[in-house]
């Protein structure tokens, strides 16, 4: 009989119980263990098993679980007398920082306190012990007395946080007279809430005291491993941690040890009776890569769809993707220009820096793409070494098709008209409305500007590029299946801003022009959308629609020209 599909449950231990659907990662224990690393860092993107697995971790090595060897057996670490012997062994303490997500610093402080509390009160059995003095049980206690009760008038100071951990490793090996192995789950949470609400520095200064203490001044730790999306730079909170083994998307080191294989995949398809769905599987989930292995799925989007049996953007839709929306909208033409290209389904050729720098992410080129890379958004799909910079170039692709809906539906939210306003919109445009069309325009345009810009006062040239590269990118999302749209390529003797050529016979091709009114060039809007026009023909930007067989009695140029936030739209004809 196949095994129960246990959405959610990422506790090793209930799904081992109660026999739930579970692919075998405890290959994981022997990798990490034979390493010998002090302090392990894997980052890998959101619903990847790192939760799971680190519960495996905790049930494999606690005390706590000392002799319950019915959790592993029949799974391949088993099959190795040398860890049989290793099971139940050390004192573990285990804390997530999952849930710690604040808009203020004082909020993500009380987060991370209330997970410190989390792990003494996991071990309370050391305070009821006789290996503490008076003053060490009532300092055991601090935490969660302030947990229960941060009010303003309740004080901890900071030091008893951040060496908290310490602390309790101190108590452990008193205990156990074994140093204790830390597992910390999604340390960066609380990071990217902070870059998002603005209370980045105040947290990182925090975080950094409470991961010296913790992992680099801690004479009774063990060993160490933290899980994450996002490798933050080591200048941020692991500057004095030298013995730091980081494992990021592109390292070689547990490549398979998060995600599901595809023979991991195609054998659970045919335990459920659909092996015939492997082709739309793949088409819909597969396309992750990690280290040197390809064709790695993620197993929320897999364990839902072996659940409900329906192709759906499982994985897209756990996430509100905030942070990218905005990051991408608010970005510069050339950012605009790389997500059309990808949503082509072409590839962008970029530097990757894995050391992810929040405060350099709207002002560092191509940091948008590491961070989309991090985050399993994009795919490397090759890497070469480019001798003139001498850095790797690396091909990104967008990872699978849930993906690319992801983003579709991300720019689509960027218009807020109702669906027949914008509906109508692209009708006007390809029939050639013109009242419609600068009606909406100066609508839309009226009411979106201030969220294309970065709020830092561009300029009024620069203004309109942001606008109206994102306005391509709505166009893409909606004509697609339609027109093959594309932005500033070459064709005939220079670059044109937009065209879309059509996939049928039945439609017009359309070549668009921008441009910002300039009182210096013309005396009027009038006379800039005329310039506009006039350079679409004398460029000769038919060229490449001409080579496609496309005449010019089926081709339709519009010129676009803003004047702040105005927008006036003339048409002409191709040649």
């Known amino acids: 009989m196949a095994a129960n599909i246990s959405i959610g449950n990422q506790s090793f231990d209930y799904m081992r119980e109660n026999k739930s659907f579970y692919v075998d990662k405890s290959a994981l224990i022997r990798e990490w263990w034979e390493t010998d690393d002090a302090v392990t860092l894997i980052t890998r993107p959101r619903r990847f098993g790192k939760t799971l697995n680190i519960s495996m971790l905790e049930c494999f090595f606690s005390t706590k679980y000392a002799g319950r060897s019915d959790l592993f057996e029949g799974l391949s670490v088993w099959e190795d007398e040398k860890y049989r012997g290793l099971q139940g062994m050390y004192p573990v303490i285990c804390v997530s920082f ?44 601090a935490l969660h007395v302030y947990a229960l009760d941060p009010s303003p008038d309740k004080k901890i100071d900071d030091q008893s946080v951040t060496t908290a951990l310490q602390t309790l490793s101190s108590y452990l090996e008193r205990y156990h007279s ?14 990217q809430e902070a870059y998002a609400a603005g209370y980045w520095r105040e947290l990182v200064r925090f975080i950094r005291e409470l991961f010296n203490f913790t992992f680099k001044d801690n004479k009774k730790l063990h060993r160490a491993l933290l899980t994450g999306i996002t490798r933050v730079s080591k200048e941020s909170v692991f500057s004095d941690l030298n013995n730091l083994l980081v494992v990021t998307t592109t390292s070689k080191e547990y490549s398979t040890a998060f ?22 599987v793949k088409a819909w989930y597969d396309g992750f890569n990690f280290g040197d292995a390809a064709d790695i799925y993620n197993p929320w989007s897999i364990t839902m769809y072996l659940r409900r049996k329906e192709y759906r953007p499982y994985w897209a839709d756990t996430s509100s993707n905030i942070l990218i929306s905005e990051l991408v909208r608010e970005g510069t033409p050339e950012i605009k220009m790389q997500m059309e290209k990808l949503l082509a389904g072409e590839c962008l050729e970029t530097e990757l820096d894995e050391q992810v720098i929040f405060e350099q992410l709207k002002k560092k080129k191509g940091a948008i793409w590491s961070l989309l890379v991090a985050c399993g958004y994009l795919k490397p799909v090759e890497r070469i070494f480019s001798e003139k910079r001498s850095k790797f170039i690396y091909k990104l692709m967008l990872t699978n ?33 013109l009242d419609y069309m600068n009606q909406y325009m100066n609508e839309i345009s009226e009411k979106m500007f201030s969220s294309f810009d970065v709020g830092r006062k561009p300029s009024e040239q620069a203004q309109p590029e942001r606008f109206y590269h994102g306005f391509v990118l709505g166009l893409i999302v909606d004509l697609e ?77 519009y010129g676009f020209v803003f004047e702040g936030k105005k927008v006036l739209i003339g048409q002409g004809d191709g040649e």
């Open 178 to 191: 074994k140093k204790a192995i830390i597992f910390l789950d999604e340390y960066d949470t609380p990071l």
């Open 481 to 557: 299946g339609r027109y093959r749209i594309r932005s500033n390529r070459e064709s005939g003797l220079g670059r044109y801003d937009v065209m879309l050529e059509p996939l049928n016979s039945t439609d017009d091709a359309i070549v668009i022009e921008f441009k910002v009114f300039s009182p210096q060039k013309d005396r009027t809007m009038g006379q800039a959308v005329q310039n506009a026009l006039k350079q679409i023909e004398e460029k000769r930007y038919d060229t490449e629609l001409n080579s496609r067989g496309i005449s010019g009695e089926r081709i339709r140029h």
């Open 259 to 280: 995600g599901f294989t595809e023979k991991e995949v195609f054998a659970a398809l045919e335990e459920k009776g659909l092996s015939d769905q492997r082709e739309g």
């Open 401 to 433: 098709h849930e993906v690319a809906l992801m983003f579709r539906e991300m720019v689509a939210a960027w218009f807020p008209e109702d669906e027949v306003s914008y509906g109508n919109f692209k009708e006007a445009l390809i029939t050639g409305d």
């Open 98 to 141: 999952a849930g710690i997500k604040a808009d203020n610093f004082q909020g993500a402080k009380n987060g991370i306190i209330h997970a410190l509390a989390n792990a003494y009160d996991a071990h309370r059995y050391v305070k009821d012990s006789d290996i503490l003095g008076p003053e060490e049980k009532k300092m055991y206690d």
